[in-house]
């Protein structure tokens, strides 16, 4: 089975980065698309960026366009999300999750993703 360990959430001030890291093990078929979504206090949970293991398709939220990047490493079985120019409302638990892929299902669409991490949190203080 996939596992997913996400690390490097924080305390940041408005305008500051992160970068957090989902480190996976475990059968390389059942990951091909990866994403990282959060969950603020009292808000459904939304997707924030994705990437096609071993492809260069990533895909964002209109929110964080231009400020995040979603990036991976294969040697390492590692995705990452750098988070720059930080915002209050950019505060939220964040998970990464794992899919095999479904034909014509977006991205967000979190009904595709069967494998999730436990979540890393972000806090961003104005």
């Known amino acids: 089975q996939v596992q997913l360990v996400e690390s490097g959430g924080g305390s940041v001030q408005t305008g500051g980065s992160l970068r957090l890291s989902c480190a996976a093990s475990g059968p390389t078929y059942n990951r091909n698309l990866v994403g990282w979504f959060r969950q603020a206090p009292g808000k459904e949970r939304e997707g924030v960026a994705a990437?096609?293991?071993?492809?260069?398709?990533?895909y964002y939220a209109d929110s964080v366009k231009g400020r995040f990047t979603i990036s991976q490493d294969n040697a390492k079985n590692t995705v990452y999300l750098q988070l720059n120019s930080l915002k209050p409302e950019d505060t939220a638990m964040y998970y990464c999750?794992?899919?095999?892929?479904?034909?014509?299902?977006?991205?967000?669409?979190?009904?595709?993703?069967?494998?999730w991490g436990q979540g890393t949190q972000v806090t961003v203080s104005s």
């Open positions: 990437i096609r293991i071993g492809l260069s398709n990533t």
């Open positions: 999750a794992a899919t095999p892929g479904r034909p014509y299902r977006p991205w967000y669409d979190q009904s595709q993703y069967d494998r």
